[in-house]
């Protein structure tokens, strides 16, 4: 079964069939391990409600009735917020739903469930042994990407059209690239309060997934609230792609992929391909003095490397990596927003394109066999969307796909914060020449 695509003509399947079947689904053991939590009960109730608004003709929006997961690190009241680590199973149910969950069901969309994740969402491989690791759909061996494992593997393998997740350094962008989906990180605050299981509060986010980029905005359509962004552009769209590592550390296949569309891309878009000063300093910044991800990862779950607390071995390893990086990372601190606006400058209006990932995703036997290459892939999977996440872009990773229809390489299509309509825009345009030239 492929990907689920949202039916704008909802009334013909009513949202009772739909939340039953995403359920099923759910428990297909091709797809094991994409939710932790399904609720059951709650999107049965959701759906009966979506059912009976529409046969009164009074859907809450255009979406009413279909199913919608949500990332485990989002309340949903009755059911315990693990942020996928057994470190967190005992807290307490939640009493009420996150924001963004309450705002979803206002729109009437259908909650079956909470999404598996990279314990603490702190790692970009999507691999959680305490809650099973989610199955790619391209190949079950191979790591789905993470944090927002089971966001994506719910939204490729059909499970549901509509998955919300969280991208600090590209939780959103990396599994949605490993997976073949379309994954969007927004811009800080979009969809309102960040009252969900942090991991950098400087630099979280939240990113929504879909099997299209049609339905990306029609989603964003509904759940921003801050809409900050600068009105689409006429004219031709500009792109660059990014001179160095970015283009130049990709495996073969990477190269190849992101090649053919770059390629198919040039008779519409004017692509420049520039030295980008302001990426190649930001990353040797990060390389000399660490991130304000793993400093601020230290400052809230650094205790449990101390305490009684299961945690994954890989998690452990990567906190106490980051033991010293509060001491260190003021530099980096200090140079992000001066480097945010002069990335912006250098871009002139551009979007960014580059691939999501350098590399095609790692086969998890393969990683578990060896800690160095596991943290060694994990730094590598994530190099390019945390960059860029420091700099304060927003981004789509685009699936692109190869002769057999399958997808495990992303293109990435990024803006300065808060040109997210743009974007969008941008975003579907190239969209639509990708899918003229298959």
């Known amino acids: 079964m492929g990907m689920m695509r949202v039916d704008r003509a909802v009334d013909q399947v009513t949202a009772l069939a739909r939340c039953e079947d995403a359920l099923e689904r759910a428990r297909d053991p091709e797809v094991r391990n994409a939710l932790i939590a399904p609720t059951d009960a709650r999107a049965q109730r959701e759906a009966q409600r979506s059912d009976e ?11 009413d009735g ?43 969309l259908v ?13 970009g491989l999507g691999i959680n042994r305490t809650f099973g690791t989610p199955a790619n759909p391209n190949d079950a061996a191979l790591v789905p990407g993470g944090s927002s494992s089971g966001a994506a593997v719910a939204v490729a393998a ?11 350094s590209g939780s959103v962008r990396v599994p949605a690239a490993f997976c073949g989906c379309v994954g969007f990180r927004a811009s800080r605050y979009r969809y309102g309060p960040h ?13 929504l997934l879909a099997a299209t980029i049609d339905d990306i905005v029609a989603l964003d359509r509904l759940l921003a609230v801050r809409r900050t962004s600068a009105p689409a552009q006429s004219g031709v769209l500009r792109a660059v792609v990014p001179a160095g590592e970015w283009i130049d550390d990709c495996t073969p296949g990477v190269r190849q992929a992101f090649d053919r569309a770059m390629a198919a891309l040039h008779e519409r878009i004017k692509i420049d391909v520039v030295r980008l000063t302001t990426l190649d300093r930001a990353q040797r910044l990060m390389d000399r003095s660490g991130t304000i991800v793993g400093a601020e990862a230290y400052e809230r779950y650094g205790r449990l490397l101390t305490s009684s607390a299961a945690l994954e071995p890989a998690t452990r390893r990567r906190l106490a990596a980051n033991v010293g990086t ?6 980096v601190r200090a140079a992000m927003l001066p480097l945010r606006r002069q990335l912006r400058l250098e871009l002139a209006g551009a979007v960014l394109l580059c691939p999501t990932v350098r590399h095609e995703p790692p086969r998890i036997d393969d990683l578990l066999a060896s800690s160095e290459r596991y943290d060694a892939s994990n730094a590598s999977t994530l190099r390019t969307t945390m960059a860029l996440s420091y700099l304060g872009m927003c981004g789509v990773s685009l699936p692109l796909r190869g002769p057999d229809g399958t997808s495990t390489v992303g293109l990435l299509v990024s803006l300065p914060e808060n040109e997210d309509a743009r974007l969008l825009d941008a975003a579907s345009v190239i969209s639509r020449v990708l899918e003229a030239a298959d």
Do not use: Q, Y
């Open 111 to 123: 909650t079956v469930g909470k999404t598996n994740m990279s314990e603490l969402a702190f790692s």
């Open 158 to 168: 059909g499970i549901v059209p509509l998955a919300v997740g969280t991208d600090t």
């Open 195 to 207: 009252d969900f299981a942090p991991l950098s509060p400087t630099l979280d986010s939240i990113g």
């Open 53 to 63: 608004r529409r046969r009164r003709v009074r859907p809450r929006s255009e979406l």
């Open 326 to 331: 509060r001491r260190t990372v003021g530099t």
């Open 66 to 108: 279909l199913p919608i997961t949500f990332k485990d690190v989002f309340d949903i009241a009755g059911t315990v917020t693990t942020a996928g680590s057994r470190a967190r199973s005992a807290h307490p149910p939640a009493d009420r739903d996150s924001f963004i969950v309450r705002r979803a069901h206002h729109c009437g």
